[in-house]
């Protein structure tokens, strides 16, 4: 393999080997070891259950697969959709004894990126490869940084600050940034930013194959040294079905230093595949008390759908300590900490909204969305203090958080 070819497979790379046949891997692991110069490998020698495969992942953190597909297919294609589930942006290649065109389809249909045949020819594993680093550039360079700002219910104003926090992005840090409207149903960056486009990301996905730098080019918007991406002008087929975004995600993590994702809500695998794949969630509520059950739901409905809390921070949105519940009482009833606290200002955001432009640093909000930067970049640690005398609050989410 040429040099240029080798730098394609630069990184770390951890293989699952969900083999039961020891031969499979003893042939193909030395194949491996010559084309990604760090390699390491895992095995499972039976074909898993979902609570294996979902320990698996979490134990060993693999970001490729190979899944024998031979003695029992159905079973073994039924872990493809549970790999999927634990990690959507897991490359899966399906080893197969034969060159069976049906079998072929069967496991490219239910999500495998691609398929190799025992035994190997080299050539064969390295184009497989290559397929992998192309589809998955964010394997061959540091990759880039994803926050997903998510709202607890609709009306929080998430979509304003995400779009804020993008061009806040851009002020202080001097790196490729992409803002990308991923809410199909309801997506409203085009009317915040008062951009047109003829694309979106539908477009990025039907040819998600063939995505390249300048087809990608023609798909975004500039806005302020930002790149934009936006959600369909009107309702297209197909849109009530999207339940994984991995390859929008995964193409600009290895294209972008810094991406932010507008998403339409926390329900749904569409939204769910997005919060899997983000390095933090930014979760909106404002300090309403039919807000915070929200964010109760909102938190619960991601425990059971194994989003870890670790990468979760909850933004308190259009604060005013006059109106509503205090800062004190709202950490202390969700049981968690407010990670940050944006101000309400409603002459400033009308003004920014008739203008199509980001909010200027002079005001209210645009001091708070520059001090969430400033968090998240420079990691400071929150400050929130627990009032432990608040039983009349409490009561009002107990009934939920049993």
Same mark, same amino acid.
């Given at each position: 393999?040429?040099?240029?070819?080798?730098?394609?497979?630069?990184?770390?790379?951890?293989?699952?080997?969900?083999?039961?046949?020891?031969?499979?891997? #003893?042939?193909?692991?030395?194949?491996?070891?010559?084309?990604?110069?760090?390699?390491?490998?895992?095995?499972?020698?039976?074909?898993?259950?979902?609570?294996?495969?979902?320990?698996?992942?979490?134990?060993?953190?693999?970001?490729?697969?190979?899944?024998?597909?031979?003695?029992?297919?159905?079973?073994?294609?039924?872990?493809?959709?549970?790999?999927?589930?634990?990690?959507?942006?897991?490359?899966?290649?399906?080893?197969?004894?034969?060159?069976?065109?049906?079998?072929?389809?069967?496991?490219?249909?239910?999500?495998?990126?691609?398929?190799?045949?025992?035994?190997?020819?080299?050539?064969?594993?390295?184009?497989?490869?290559?397929?992998?680093? #192309?589809?998955?550039?964010?394997?061959?360079?540091?990759?880039?940084?994803?926050?997903?700002?998510?709202?607890?219910?609709?009306?929080?104003?998430?979509?304003?600050?995400?779009?804020?926090?993008?061009?806040?992005?851009?002020?202080?840090?001097?790196?490729?940034?992409?803002?990308?409207?991923?809410?199909? !149903?309801?997506?409203?960056?085009?009317?915040?930013?008062?951009?047109?486009?003829?694309?979106?990301?539908?477009?990025?996905?039907?040819?998600?194959?063939?995505?390249?730098?300048?087809?990608?080019?023609?798909?975004?918007?500039? #806005?302020?040294?930002?790149?934009?991406?936006?959600?369909?002008?009107?309702?297209?087929? *197909?849109?009530?079905?999207?339940?994984?975004?991995?390859?929008?995600?995964?193409?600009?993590?290895?294209?972008?230093?810094?991406?932010?994702?507008?998403? *339409?809500?926390?329900?749904?695998?569409?939204? !769910?595949?997005?919060?899997?794949?983000?390095?933090?969630?930014?979760?909106?509520?404002?300090?309403? !008390?039919?807000?915070?059950?929200?964010?109760?739901?909102?938190?619960?409905?991601?425990?059971?759908?194994?989003?870890? #809390?670790?990468?979760?921070?909850?933004?308190?949105?259009?604060?005013?300590?006059?109106?509503?519940?205090?800062?004190?009482?709202?950490?202390?009833?969700?049981?968690?900490?407010?990670?940050?606290?944006?101000?309400?200002?409603?002459?400033?955001?009308?003004?920014?909204?008739?203008?199509?432009?980001? !909010?200027?640093?002079?005001?209210?909000?645009?001091?708070?969305?520059?001090?969430?930067?400033?968090?998240?970049?420079?990691?400071?640690?929150?400050?929130?203090?627990?009032?432990?005398?608040?039983?009349?609050?409490?009561?009002?989410?107990?009934?939920?958080?049993?």
């Amino acid at each position: 393999m040429s040099q240029p070819d080798a730098a394609k497979f630069a990184g770390n790379w951890k293989a699952l080997f969900i083999c039961p046949k020891q031969q499979i891997i #003893r042939d193909l692991a030395p194949l491996l070891t010559r084309y990604l110069p760090n390699f390491a490998a895992a095995e499972l020698n039976v074909i898993p259950n979902r609570r294996q495969i979902t320990e698996a992942i979490a134990v060993e953190q693999p970001n490729l697969c190979f899944l024998e597909v031979d003695d029992a297919p159905d079973r073994s294609l039924a872990v493809i959709p549970d790999l999927l589930r634990a990690d959507p942006k897991l490359p899966i290649v399906a080893v197969l004894s034969g060159n069976d065109h049906e079998q072929v389809l069967r496991c490219l249909r239910q999500g495998a990126s691609d398929f190799l045949i025992h035994p190997f020819v080299p050539e064969h594993v390295e184009a497989a490869l290559q397929k992998i680093s #192309r589809l998955q550039p964010s394997r061959s360079k540091s990759p880039g940084k994803v926050y997903c700002v998510m709202p607890a219910k609709g009306g929080c104003g998430a979509s304003t600050i995400a779009s804020n926090f993008a061009h806040q992005l851009k002020r202080q840090a001097d790196k490729r940034i992409l803002l990308a409207d991923l809410d199909p !149903l309801a997506g409203t960056l085009s009317f915040l930013l008062k951009i047109k486009s003829s694309y979106s990301f539908m477009d990025v996905l039907a040819r998600s194959s063939e995505i390249d730098a300048d087809l990608w080019k023609a798909m975004v918007t500039d #806005r302020n040294g930002v790149d934009v991406l936006l959600s369909p002008e009107v309702m297209t087929e *197909g849109m009530a079905e999207l339940s994984d975004a991995s390859s929008i995600i995964e193409y600009a993590r290895g294209t972008y230093d810094l991406v932010v994702l507008d998403t *339409g809500s926390v329900y749904g695998d569409w939204n !769910l595949s997005q919060a899997r794949l983000a390095d933090e969630i930014l979760l909106v509520t404002t300090n309403e !008390l039919t807000a915070l059950q929200a964010v109760q739901r909102a938190l619960s409905y991601m425990d059971s759908n194994n989003i870890g #809390r670790y990468k979760i921070r909850l933004i308190v949105n259009r604060y005013d300590r006059h109106v509503g519940l205090s800062k004190d009482v709202i950490g202390t009833a969700l049981h968690a900490d407010i990670f940050h606290i944006l101000p309400t200002d409603y002459e400033a955001i009308q003004k920014a909204l008739m203008e199509g432009k980001p !909010l200027p640093l002079n005001t209210n909000f645009g001091k708070g969305v520059a001090g969430l930067v400033d968090r998240l970049i420079g990691g400071a640690e929150p400050a929130n203090k627990k009032n432990s005398s608040l039983s009349g609050i409490l009561s009002l989410f107990s009934r939920t958080s049993s």
